[in-house]
């Protein structure tokens, strides 16, 4: 059995090849590239912990034979919430040697969002840590026990952390891997930010993944030496792909796992562990740039990357001062299409772009309301084709009827311009999201949810600007007169829904502005927001 997806038409297909961009190797050939004296470099340091990429190899293998001997095929599928801890990529090379495709879902993510991967992929196992015993007991009544594989503590011996929820042992199929079927194949799920209700899933090839992390470390130079720092979350495409971590275990470096974003965590780890490359998104880095006068040896940082948002020049000027290091700006989707400023840019470039494609063979499109292509300079729609940009949502039809047209253009929703040297900026987005410190919000979701309560009749989500975040979300509600902000986050938590997404403010209305044709008037709405002031609550954007 194989996972159904859009497929490149056989031309584009047919050029990717003979340019040497897909080249029929597994994704797991970011770690068994690394042979004989080169399997003894360090691929992971997690905790106390430092794993060889013999022990990744050897441990995944392992793990996969105990897929088997659960009877795990090629063309099933799984689905996965772990925190950063190095038994994600065991988990997630190990689904690969199996041909079984996984949906790494944010440990971010709540039963809601669980669920409605699930309803979507019809996992054959869910790998959840035992530690979230809420999720655990909702997801066995769901899955059923004895398809649920629990991580556990750390353990030395690797995969020993690692337990059936119904108590039964790992077992191990002797026979041996299966070569991975068709490496133009779906290998896995990317998580689409969303914007119409239900999470959308994003069929990506081992050809086309790899093909992207192999060009990502050849722009960013990345080698053995590297030490790169993964604190946001890991199944993030930023975090896995730009180089990320598979680019990083590509170029025989080491991955330093990181619980979380902040200062606190992480300034310790880069002074242990002489980390030299970091990823992180537009809010963090403006902590970060505040507790670095504070203490803690950063001096080995040679690279900060930053995306997922706007980041603003203002911040974008003060890293080589502050941090004692580079900047690069890398402005990604998940979908495919992902634009670094280049280390030898001139600082202007990297201050004030999101950068340019990595591709040769990426296409790009700036189009006005009415499909034509803007003047240079202008703002207009990016559309966009290419080696790794995908060709079609996971069983959304109608959607993807919407957001590609005849060439097989994908429509990003982001508002850009062009800048000199091919390089795009980022105005705005055209698509109905909020985009919280990198994290994105779908606004239709949250609405939905919302008009499940009894007390409310209509509610509008948009976003409000904020100082630290970028953005925060405001809903709009019309509601019985004496309900409460707290009942409404109370009953949304209720659902399952992840953290981030309930709204940071509330504001109760009689009435809802509408446009011409009687939709929700979101502009008027997003200018109303500007004026409320946000609540103050935890959390600072991707991790
Ligand atoms: C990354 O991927 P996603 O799928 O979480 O979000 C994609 C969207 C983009 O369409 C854009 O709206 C926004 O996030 N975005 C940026 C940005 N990077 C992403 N907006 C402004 N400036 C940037 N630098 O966020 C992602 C994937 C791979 C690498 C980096 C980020």
Redesign the pocket.
Known sequence: MTIPFTPWPAAFAERYRAKGYWTGDPLTDVIDRHQGVAAEATAILCGERRLRYADLQTLSLRLAAAFRAQGLRPGDTALVRLPNRAEFYLVFFALLRCGVVPVNALNSHGVYELTAYARQIEPALVVLSAADSSLVALMAQTVGAERLLLLGAPSDDGIGGFAWADGDALGEDAAGPDPVADPSGVAFFQ???GSTGTPKLIPRTHDDYLYSVRRSVEICGLDGSCRFLCALPAP???TL??PGALGVFHAGGTVVMAGDPSPATCFPLIARHRVTWAALVPPMLSVWLEAAGGGGDLSSLEVVQ??????SPAIAERVPERLGCRLQ???????GL?NYTRLDDDPWTVVNT?GRPMSPDDEIRILDAAGHPVPPGAVGELWTRGPYTFRGYYKADAHNARVFDAEGFYC???LVSLAPGGNLV?CG?NKDQI?RG?E?IDAQEVEDLLAAHPAVSHAAVVAMPDALMGERSCAFVIATPSTKPSELRRFLRGQGLADFKLPDRFVFVSDLPKTAVGKVDKQTLRERAKHQSPLSPPGRGLG
Do not use: T
């Open positions: 998580l689409s930010g993030h495409n930023f792909s730009s930053v995306g997922g948002a706007k980041l700006q890398v402005f990604g989707m998940a979908e992902v999101q990003s929703g982001d980022v987005r985009n990198g994105k």
